[in-house]
């Protein structure tokens, strides 16, 4: 017979991850730090991370914009891909999966580019931010040159006579 209090308990199943892949961490913000480890706790077997930047926010209590200004750090890291809006799928080598087989697998997939462990990560982290950076300072400049095109469409409205 269960209690009450068991009942209300919500169910995780057991994931089987390896922090072997955080040891190629760069060093970056400490909110970038925590936002890391708080997607780690609420990723789905793979890797799989479903939850907007408010989502993402609310469960750390932190404003939306410091959620925003730490994401970009994990994406040049290549620690957390952007799959869509509210969905981010995090690296298989810090992922948690259902046994170690299956991670495994998941890593022997991985081009050798994107694994963790080959080249400099804290160089390749640092070149993939200054990239970022660079283009938001050119997006920003044209902004205010007026260069930018509106994302909206103008409506075409005819002329009354």
């Excluded at 009942?7 to 390896?18: A, D, F, M």
């Amino acid at each position: 017979m269960t209690s009450a209090a068991e009942e209300w308990v919500p169910r995780r199943y057991v994931l089987w991850g390896s922090f072997n892949g955080l040891a190629y961490v760069p060093r970056f913000p400490p909110t970038a730090y925590t936002l890391l480890l708080h997607m780690m706790s609420e990723q789905d077997l793979g890797g799989l991370v479903v939850a907007t930047h408010d989502e993402l926010a609310h469960g750390l209590a932190l404003e939306r914009g410091m959620i925003s200004r730490a994401m970009p750090h994990l994406v040049a890291a290549r620690l957390v891909t952007v799959v869509r809006r509210g969905r981010f799928q995090l690296h298989p080598m810090i992922a948690a999966f259902s046994d170690p087989r299956e991670q495994q697998r998941a890593i022997k997939a991985l081009s050798r580019d994107m694994r963790l462990d080959v080249g400099d990560f804290e160089d390749e982290y640092e070149r993939r931010f200054q990239l970022h950076l660079d283009e938001k300072a050119r997006k920003a400049e044209a902004k205010a040159k007026g260069n930018v095109t509106s994302i909206t469409k103008p409506t075409r409205l005819k002329p009354v006579r």
